[in-house]
């Protein structure tokens, strides 16, 4: 137990660490992004502290996470929800809608398609449930696409771009949303029997019931600690009633932080801060307990890599290449604009560990298979894009502040 | 008021709502634990500022929430998680406040104080616990020796006084002056010597029962110099992270806090005394202010305070309260008085000013954390009579911390403390 308790606490010091900015200084300088620098030292992490000779993150130390995780997968839920803040998008020029949605529709639809093929071909059964959040992964495209096109296309392109890669992470946490009413986890012990489109007006009702009750309460506090207390409580409420009724936390938490940024609140600027403050330590505990979660021995995830990759970063291209006929004129060539886009953002991961927490019990292989798919993928498909962007010249991929 | 009446009642229906999910007999793990926790702190914070309206301590709004909410939700709840951060954040927080520069000249007062009111509170209780012996079912076949041996034990773990609360206190009403101090320290030394002073009784009865008492003095020598160095070596991880890091210091501490409670205790230190010296050490020998560290930790501190409460307060069973009673009430009383009386002996001796003296007996009579442990420890370690005399230490806690915070949070105020924290920042 020691073991565990002093693993787990190293853990959270080198998340605490890794969110230094002399860290964030070394990265920007070799052109690195959170998910290498950090991101896969964590993953690693967390493989290696589930190895039996380890012993940290044991199955009943993962089991007792679980409250954590939810609580995790509901903070970026708020993170992913507060950047939808409507004013903002009122401010993108004409066609942009276009451009949210050729980027978010043609990767799911191509990725879907692509890995539904590729699970038939691994295990002759496939879903439709396991395609389309697959899909729902490769929408999600990484923020870092912004500041790599501030540089070459100036800072007007990059806050189109920067607001483009918000809606795509909304897409993606909407698809999940779907599946989660029309694919219910098994629920037989439920008092509750609803029909699948009535699931989808709960999570929506229950987001949005959730966010009031947020807005009221941070508008009620006094002071910072008040608010602080009442944030943490309403995201652990908002998720552990989410997880309690098997709907992701992740979705009703971004409907909810969705809601609580378009209401008016002088501090909300400081509000956002709070919560994007933890983001990052946040984010590598969860890459940590993602990583016990994961299981890279079977081969079968390694072969759905790169059809997800490849079908990705093509639909990617392709969304780009069609943006750049229908969207607005200042948008970047159509090569340019798609290896920008291509990064996977650190939602899509916050996306599929959601998934495999709720239908874990069912399909369990194949989800294993979708997780290393999606955790392979963000790594190869970062790698690669860095490499083709240096060879090409233009686009840098670092870490740094996203345009406003 | 009306505000947070309406937030509760929110929170109350929408848990409510969730739980008819499942059936009331399926068990609630995973989520359930995550909704517990939200569902605690959301309504301990409403029912703090409820009571907090009602010119009472925020902190027994807390306590009667988590008690109306009753043992359910201690089910539920990652209560070791919670507790001992909350225990190390508060000890942490006692640390940092207490300047020896700032109480050198109040020190004897302090000694005598305590000293006095301890000294009375063990001699009284036990004395009347041997007293009501006759009485007491439990204590009907032992002879007069072990009668003696279990009414000291009783005594000692009974004249614990309460850090957690007095702090809470006087940071929930930004108190600050001599009767805060002074205050502070005699309850942070108090209870120090209350440790100490159960190890040794515990020992003593462990022989008197023929229970194994494993490891003896190197144990409790283990226990107190190894909580030191442990807390030295936490201050000073504490200290270079504020040097070259200080980022994000409330996670940190938080991290801190549940590694120093977790691993402590199964390396059989005390996380209350390693804390306790982290925070002394950083105030007294280092550059780094205790008072400011304690005001970064406050967003971290407030939420873990809420659901410590509660949870205490969700710990106090009623069922148990009501077959205890009128001892439970009979020994808080006599508590009571022997601490005003040794307390106001300590003051006279110690020559503090009279308008002090007039107050600073209400900061004696609160309890919570460390009475409530010591008293599960002695149903745990002796079979027996350890459960029916936990049982009435704990009905008598329950008077206590109802009681308690009610009394030094108006003595706070009636002294003029109350509030003048944020005075005296203005005047600098």
């Not at chain 2, 229906?13 to 605690?40: D, I, K, N």
Request: charged letters at 10%; aromatic letters at 8%.
């Amino acid at each position: 137990m020691l073991r565990v308790v002093l693993g787990l606490a190293c853990a959270l010091v080198l998340a605490v660490l890794a969110a230094h900015p002399a860290l964030r200084r070394i990265e920007r300088r070799l052109g690195l992004t959170v998910l290498l620098s950090t991101g896969v030292p964590f993953l690693a992490l967390g493989v290696v502290f589930r190895l039996p000779s380890v012993g940290v993150l044991t199955d009943d130390v993962v089991a007792d996470l679980r409250p954590a995780l939810e609580f995790g997968l509901g903070w970026l839920g708020f993170v992913v929800g507060m950047q939808f803040d409507v004013r903002e998008l009122d401010t993108l020029p004409e066609k942009s809608g276009a451009v949210v949605l050729v980027e978010s529709v043609i990767p799911l639809a191509f990725t879907a398609g692509a890995c539904a093929l590729a699970l038939f071909g691994l295990e002759s059964e496939w879903s439709l449930r396991d395609a389309l959040v697959l899909g729902a992964c490769a929408a999600p495209a990484s923020p870092l696409a912004a500041v790599a096109l501030a540089r070459s296309s100036g800072s007007h392109v990059a806050s189109i771009v920067a607001r483009v890669t918000v809606l795509n992470d909304v897409a993606g946490v909407a698809v999940l949303g779907l599946v989660c009413a029309f694919f219910r986890p098994t629920d037989e012990l439920s008092a509750w029997k609803l029909p699948h489109v009535a699931w989808l007006f709960v999570t929506l009702g229950m987001g949005v019931t959730l966010g009031i009750l947020t807005y009221v309460l941070v508008r009620s506090a006094k002071g910072l600690a008040e608010e602080v207390a009442s944030l943490l409580g309403a995201v652990a409420l908002s998720a552990g009633m989410a997880g309690y009724l098997a709907i992701s936390p992740l979705v009703a938490c971004a409907v909810a932080g969705a809601l609580l940024t378009n209401l008016p609140h002088e501090r909300m600027h400081e509000l956002r801060a709070s919560i994007l403050q933890l983001e990052r330590p946040l984010y590598l505990i969860f890459l940590l307990v993602a990583g016990a979660l994961w299981d890279p021995t079977a081969w079968q995830g390694w072969v759905l890599v790169p059809v997800f990759v490849l079908s990705r970063v093509g639909a990617k291209l392709l969304g780009a290449a069609v943006a750049v006929r229908v969207g607005p004129p200042e948008l970047p060539d159509a090569t340019t604009l798609g290896i920008a886009l291509s990064p996977q953002s650190p939602v899509a991961i916050a996306v599929i560990v959601s998934f495999s927490t709720l239908y874990g019990g069912g399909n369990a292989r194949g989800i294993a298979w979708m997780t290393t798919a999606v955790i392979g993928g963000a790594v190869l498909t970062e790698l690669g894009v860095q490499a083709v962007a240096r060879l090409r010249g233009g686009l840098r991929f670092e870490t740094g502040a996203l345009p406003s | 008021m009306i505000r947070a009446a309406f937030l509760l009642a929110m929170v109350v229906m929408l848990v409510a709502a969730a739980r008819s999910f499942l059936p009331q007999e399926s068990s609630l793990v995973g989520s359930g634990a995550t909704l517990a926790f939200g569902f605690v702190l959301l309504a301990a914070l409403q029912s703090g500022t409820l009571f907090s309206g009602l010119r009472m301590p925020r902190l027994t709004g807390y306590l009667v929430c988590g008690f109306i909410a009753g043992p359910s939700i201690t089910n539920l709840v990652d209560l070791k998680l919670v507790n001992g951060v909350a225990i190390g954040l508060i000890a942490l927080s006692a640390g940092g406040e207490l300047s020896f520069r700032r109480i050198r000249g109040r020190l004897l007062a302090i000694l005598a104080t305590g000293g006095g009111a301890l000294i009375a509170a063990v001699v009284v209780v036990s004395v009347a616990v041997l007293a009501a012996s006759p009485l007491l079912g439990f204590m009907g076949e032992m002879s007069w020796e072990q009668r003696a041996v279990v009414a000291l034990t009783m005594g000692v773990v009974f004249s614990a006084l309460s850090p957690t609360v007095t702090l809470a206190l006087i940071s929930e009403t930004g108190a600050a002056g001599p009767i805060s101090e002074m205050s502070l320290g005699i309850v942070v030394v108090g209870d120090l010597v209350i440790v100490v002073a159960f190890a040794a009784v515990n020992a003593l009865a462990s022989s008197t029962f023929g229970h194994e008492d494993a490891g003896g003095m190197t144990a409790l020598l283990w226990h107190l110099f190894g909580s030191i160095g442990g807390g030295v070596l936490f201050a000073l991880v504490l200290f270079v992270y504020l040097k070259l890091v200080n980022l994000r210091v409330p996670l940190f501490v938080f991290g801190m806090c549940f590694l120093c409670a977790e691993a402590g205790t199964r390396l059989n230190l005390d996380p209350l005394l390693v804390c306790l010296t982290a925070g002394l050490f950083l105030e007294n020998l280092t550059d780094i202010q205790g008072d400011k560290l304690v005001h970064e930790i406050q967003p971290a501190a407030m939420p873990t305070f809420a659901v410590f409460f509660a949870v205490a307060g969700a710990g106090l069973h009623w069922d148990v309260f009501k077959l205890v009673a009128p001892a439970a009430v009979g020994l808080a009383l006599v508590r009571a008085a022997a601490l005003y009386a040794g307390g106001r002996l300590g003051m006279a001796a110690s020559r503090v000013p009279p308008a002090e003296r007039r107050w600073l007996h209400f900061a004696l009579y609160s309890q919570s954390g460390v009475a409530i442990g010591l008293a599960v420890l002695l149903k745990d370690r002796f079979a027996g009579w350890g459960e029916p005399a936990s049982a009435c230490l704990l009905g008598g806690v329950m008077v206590n911390e109802m009681v308690g915070p009610l009394l030094f949070k108006t003595a706070l105020a009636r002294s003029g403390e109350a509030g003048r924290r944020a005075a005296q920042a203005v005047a600098h």
